[in-house]
């Protein structure tokens, strides 16, 4: 990026937030610090007005860029966005994107247009396989109430034990994982932090009270205390075929994926894992195409349940039921 493209950038960065620390912009751009206020001071030269506070950041006050044109390749990443927004938000989100869209296509360039209509029908994104949402508002309510600090009242079905509970929770952010998208909040009722899928959530309220986000963790700093755990893990190597590894790929990292290996025909997968017994019945389902290398513990474990399932089916009688 040229000097004079990065402060019309650093510019538009500046207009994004109410106030823009200087290692964000100099993270972002790739640059140092002092090229950061180097750039900063050019643009108060050219009568931009930049306010500052010491261990704060920049600010802008009382200005505001006229509308800029995006790029073919900005116009192209904004439908691509518009794809996963459509088969992985509910109707709240996906309407408000399609509404923003209209209006950023409305400033492009006719050429510009045309190439997003010629796109448009070239690029698809996967429904979810299984999501099936009880409302399809949840997502825009939990998005205002978290950037408001509100606590939302939520009537969650629980599927491990088929129930229905009442919750209140402060809501910390939202993750989407697992094929799947899901509220990280801290219930009042368990006096904990909680994972919530959204698309088990049948009602939810927002009863206006707002709670102390200082008191609660960020939804970065959850994410890295699940990171880590107290259960003691295990390495294993498990060597599979690898026609049979395009199955892997999302279900690998439930049980502690580290790395692989390429042998040629089959890779060498290593895990670390505290779920043990998880990994050797999922290890089940792919029979010769997986040989468990390490520990022998795993190695007996499966031996003994495949010896219970042969043994299973070569007692019991078929049962027809009507």
Excluded at 185 to 195: E, G, K, V
Aim: charged share 25%; aromatic share 10%; net charge neutral.
């Amino acid at each position: 990026m040229n000097r004079l493209d990065r402060l019309t950038a650093i510019l538009i960065h500046l207009q994004t937030k109410r106030v823009v620390r200087a290692q964000e912009l100099a993270s972002r751009f790739g640059i140092s610090l002092r090229t950061v206020y180097r750039d900063v001071r050019s643009l108060e030269e050219a009568g931009v007005p930049i306010g500052a506070e010491a261990g704060v950041g920049y600010f802008l006050t009382d200005y505001h860029l006229p509308p800029v044109m995006f790029t073919t390749a900005e116009a192209s990443a904004l439908l691509m966005g518009g794809k996963l927004v459509e088969k992985w938000a509910d109707q709240s989100v996906k309407t408000k994107f399609e509404s923003a869209l209209f209006k950023i296509k409305s400033v492009l360039k006719r050429t510009d247009q045309e190439h997003l209509d010629d796109l448009d029908a070239h690029i698809n994104v996967a429904k979810p396989p299984t999501q099936v949402p009880y409302s399809d508002d949840l997502l825009d309510d939990i998005q205002q109430a978290i950037a408001r600090h509100q606590v939302l009242t939520l009537q969650y079905h629980s599927q491990y034990n088929d129930a229905e509970t009442l919750r209140d929770v402060e809501p910390v952010g939202l993750y989407h994982y697992n094929m799947g998208w899901h509220l990280i909040a801290f219930c009042r009722t368990r006096q904990d932090y909680r994972d919530f899928r959204v698309d088990r959530i049948r009602h939810l309220t927002n009863p206006g009270e707002c709670y102390s986000r200082r008191d609660r963790l960020t939804l970065q700093e959850y994410l890295d205390r699940m990171g880590t755990t107290d259960m003691p893990t295990v390495a294993v190597t498990v060597l599979f075929r690898k026609a049979a590894t395009r199955y892997l790929q999302r279900e690998k990292h439930t049980f502690g994926y580290q790395r692989q290996d390429d042998l040629g025909d089959y890779v060498r997968i290593h895990f670390q894992t505290p779920y043990v017994e998880g990994l050797v019945r999922w290890l089940l389902m792919y029979g010769k195409s997986a040989t468990i290398e390490q520990p022998d513990m795993l190695r007996n474990r499966i031996v003994t349940l495949t010896e219970e399932i042969q043994a299973h089916y070569l007692e019991q009688p078929v049962t027809h039921v009507p």
